[in-house]
């Protein structure tokens, strides 16, 4: 039993152990989750396919790249879309008017409602464009280790990265919020209008994302700063690449309207814990007596 588990990798580990922490989740609210058949379907199929992925990646270089990257990426996706039938179910009473109210007292304005002062349609695509690398980030800096063959460093980053994703969904389960698009939305004056791309954009997210619990804490803004921290690590031309999209990346969450400005610090505390608990757990399953 030992010989098994230590072929599975830290990453391979945090996305079935999440998959199941979710199906006990799912299985406990089953009364209160209409959807609940389908997910704990979902959830144990992700883990088996995990499971699975462990063996049959040493058999050819695509099996492998599926466990590398585009098996953590369909998890991803599966998992945060897989939230929408959970969260409003089991924790109904969102939490939009305390982090309204928390902005408010730390600022002394409501910030995407003073952000309606420099909007303009040109700088609204450029956020927007800079908003939307969130989904390639990770994907990039995956590929560009992949390449220089840095592959201790891939699973590391491989790693904080879905942790990171795993802790900023358990946030939107216990801290449910719909954002200030529609929380505030009777007290913006302004519509947000782009020149050439922002309105295709919006509506591929909305499409994609539909209306979730998935203000706080910023996923946005906590992914972008994994990713830029483990670029300077171990890519270091590939952060100053980064660094003005993330920059801009982090500032349009709150101009678009995506996230309350409490909700991109909850962000940067969230890729902190991630960092501090993940290289505590990462190191101790890499020993060699374990």
Known sequence: MAKWFLKLR?????????????????????RKIPSAPYLILIYSSLIFFQLILVY???????LALTRDII????????????????????????????????????????????????MNSFLTDILQVAYSTYYFLPVILGVVLKKKKKNEEFERSLFLILLCFYFSYVGYILFPALGPRYAMEHLQEKQISGFLVSKPIQDILNLLE??????????????ALMVLVLAYRYARGLF??????????IFGTIYLRYHYAVDVIGGILLTIVTIVIGEVYYTSYKKPNF
């Open 10 to 30: 830290p990453a391979d580990t945090i996305t079935a152990l999440f998959s199941f922490f979710l199906l006990i989740l799912t299985a406990f609210f089953s």
């Open 56 to 62: 049959l990646s040493r058999l050819n270089s695509f």
């Open 71 to 118: 098996f953590p990426v369909i998890s991803v996706l599966i998992i945060f879309d897989s939230l929408g039938l959970i969260v409003h179910n089991i924790n109904p009473q969102d939490i939009d008017y305390l982090l309204i109210r928390i902005d408010y007292v730390v600022f002394g304005c409501y910030p995407t409602i003073f952000m309606e002062g420099i």
């Open 210 to 223: 539909g209306v979730k619990r998935d203000a706080f804490p910023s996923g946005h803004t906590g992914i």
């Open 240 to 249: 100053w690449i980064m660094l003005t999209p993330v920059i801009l990346l």
